[in-house]
T-cell receptor
Framework: DGGITQSPKYLFRKEGQNVTLSCEQN?????MYWYRQDPGQGLRLIYY???????QKGDIAEGYSVSREKKESFPLTVTSAQKNPTAFYLC??????????????FGPGTRLTVT | KNEVEQSPQNLTAQEGEFITINCSYS?????LHWLQQHPGGGIVSLFM???GKKKHGRLIATINIQEKHSSLHITASHPRDSAVYIC??????????????FGKGTHLIIQP
């Protein structure tokens, strides 16, 4: 079955620690995205990648970093510089980036709690 | 900046009722998406439309480009339809870096 997997589903970390969230897709999609969801707010874009070895900052990239070494994988690192890291993180992919013709497919999400 | 407003924010209805969720936006768009977020958090794309109407099973999505408004209808609603429904618009003006602006979602509960 094709789809997007994110792991783990729940993640707990102490303040000051970096943490990496996994996102893998087997849809052969070029574009991948990371969103953050907070209660009462719409999804906000953290980073996106249109092709391997390339990625762009989204609207709230501060305190986050990404890599795109393989087409299938787009891990997100939440660094200690992120002031409010506790949130629900969603990974998505689409066949082509920033286009009206292609749907986005979402992963199941990772709920990160930092104390 | 493209503002996306959904109404209602919360909706509780009885099984079998006809449900309507509305989405309005402020700037012209190239496409509008309706997404469904399950209680566990995963999101599924329901529709992508740029004009007219689309139907899939008991779900119907319409869009009026001139009025900058879209509706999502659910006929013969069922408790399994309980979820958060999110509207997202794609435009070249004022959207996120990927061109998308998301609404805050409508939390729907269907009671048996």
């Amino acid at each position: 079955d094709g789809g997007i997997t994110q792991s783990p589903k729940y993640l707990f970390r102490k303040e000051g620690q970096n943490v990496t969230l996994s996102c893998e897709q087997n849809l052969n999609h070029d574009a991948m995205y990371w969103y953050r969801q907070d209660p009462g707010q719409g999804l906000r874009l953290i980073y996106y990648s249109q092709i391997v070895n390339d990625f762009q900052k989204g609207d709230i990239a501060e305190g986050y970093s990404v890599s795109r070494e393989k087409k299938e994988s787009f891990p997100l690192t939440v660094t200690s510089a992120q002031k409010n890291p506790t949130a629900f993180y969603l990974c998505a992919s689409s066949l082509q980036p920033v286009s009206s013709s292609y749907e986005q497919y979402f992963g199941p999400g990772t709920r990160l709690t930092v104390t | 900046k493209n503002e996306v407003e959904q109404s209602p924010q919360n909706l509780t209805a009885q099984e079998g009722e006809f449900i309507t969720i509305n989405c309005s936006y402020s700037v012209g768009i190239s496409a509008l998406h309706w997404l469904q977020q399950h209680p566990g958090g995963g999101i599924v794309s329901l529709f992508m439309l740029s004009s007219g109407k689309k139907k899939h099973g008991r779900l119907i999505a319409t869009i009026n480009i001139q009025e900058k408004h879209s509706s999502l209808h659910i006929t013969a609603s069922h408790p399994r339809d309980s979820a958060v429904y999110i509207c997202a618009v794609r435009s070249g003006v004022g959207g996120g870096a990927d061109g998308l602006t998301f609404g805050k979602g409508t939390h729907l509960i269907i009671q048996p």
